[in-house]
């Protein structure tokens, strides 16, 4: 693992790429301080104060160690129990566990997943068609796994001094 620091030109530049990617403004990250550590070839860890984020290529998203404020502010959908072992094993988030949609997603948007029993996030999805789309299907594929809790990210994050 390599670590270092991001420039204030660096960090706002990851600002306006998180923006148009996760479409949420982040205002409070202090220009200095933010870390980025490489764990793998492609694959970063961003950690702007408060916030972790994994960089994998040019795709980025949020870790499920980000504070819930963080979260919140993303939509994301509610799974009954039962869907819960195979979405913590990678599994795509299929129409049958879903029991709530929460604030509006298209096609490839990033997507948070609640536990709905707990209402803990448990996942980080993209998804794989638009809510209204969602709502209205009853079987198939809607979002595509992309972080969840047991992964090697998951793992990666307990070795990580994240202050």
């Given at each position: 693992m390599r670590e270092?620091?991001?420039s204030k030109t660096d960090t706002k530049n990851v600002l306006e790429e998180i923006?148009?990617?996760?479409?949420?403004?982040?205002p409070?990250?202090?220009e200095k301080g933010n870390r980025v550590i490489e764990i793998e070839k492609d694959v970063q860890v961003l950690l702007l104060d408060k916030i972790v984020l994994i960089k994998e290529k040019e795709e980025i998203f949020p870790s499920l160690v980000c504070e819930e404020g963080f979260l919140g502010k993303l939509p994301y959908i509610k799974v009954d129990k039962g869907a819960i072992p195979y979405i913590?094993?990678?599994?795509?988030?299929?129409?049958?566990?879903?029991?709530?949609?929460?604030?509006e997603f298209s096609k490839g948007d990033v997507?948070?997943?609640?536990?709905?029993?707990?209402g803990k996030f448990i996942s980080i999805a993209r998804a794989l068609v638009e809510k209204s789309e969602a709502e209205k299907?009853?079987?198939?594929?809607?979002?595509d796994n992309l972080h969840y809790v047991g992964d090697?990210?998951?793992?990666?994050m307990k070795d990580i001094k994240l202050s």
């Open positions: 270092f620091y991001l923006k148009k990617q996760l479409k949420v403004d982040l409070d990250v202090k913590c094993k990678g599994a795509k988030i299929m129409r049958p566990g879903i029991v709530a949609f929460e604030g997507v948070c997943v609640k536990d709905a029993i707990h299907t009853v079987k198939g594929v809607v979002l090697k990210y998951w793992d990666t």
